[in-house]
């Protein structure tokens, strides 16, 4: 019955939550041997935690404080955004099977994209939004505002 009672006393008692005296690194060393410091450390942090109430009903998880929000930016006026330049256009998908260079104008004989058939097509002329600028030899030169596409006769990929 006494032990009861005293363990009811116990529980309605308030923990004791004041800070505990820490020992300075100087008395740790002091009680400790010279050749096992490592004992010391630990044996402290032991005591230390042995000390303090473990199951508490106010005992509660670690909640970080908030944040502090982040400081004022001062507000610059937006510059004029350039628009992206628009990505150059792929050249198009042309084969070429011959030419012919003649003092009246030279052409070539070209398939582009899935013809089955090839077209002969005169210097100047359009290919999918691309200009036929030069018919040489055993080449053809496309163009498109800033890009230059060369198609040759016998491409070295065969």
């Known amino acids: 019955m006494a032990l009861g009672a005293f363990n009811l006393m116990l ?13 300075s690194a100087a008395e740790i060393s002091a009680a400790t041997p010279q050749n096992e410091p490592d004992i010391a450390r630990r044996n402290f942090a032991i005591t230390h935690t ?3 109430p473990l199951f508490v009903a106010t005992r509660r998880a670690y909640v970080a404080p908030p944040k502090p ?3 004022k930016q001062q507000v610059q ?9 628009a990505p150059p256009t792929p050249p198009p998908d042309v084969r070429l099977f011959g030419v012919e260079i003649t003092p009246s104008g030279n ?4 398939s582009h994209g899935n013809q089955a058939t090839a077209e002969w097509l005169s210097e100047g002329a359009d290919i999918r939004g691309w200009s036929l600028s030069t018919v040489e030899g055993d080449r053809i030169v496309l163009i498109r505002e800033e890009q230059r596409q060369i198609v040759d006769l016998y491409p070295p990929d065969g």
């Open 11 to 23: 529980a309605q008692s308030p923990p004791d939550t004041s800070p505990l005296a820490s020992a």
């Open 50 to 52: 042995r000390n303090r």
């Open 69 to 71: 929000p982040p400081p």
């Open 77 to 85: 006026q937006a510059t004029p955004v350039q628009p992206a330049p």
């Open 107 to 110: 052409r070539a004989l070209v």
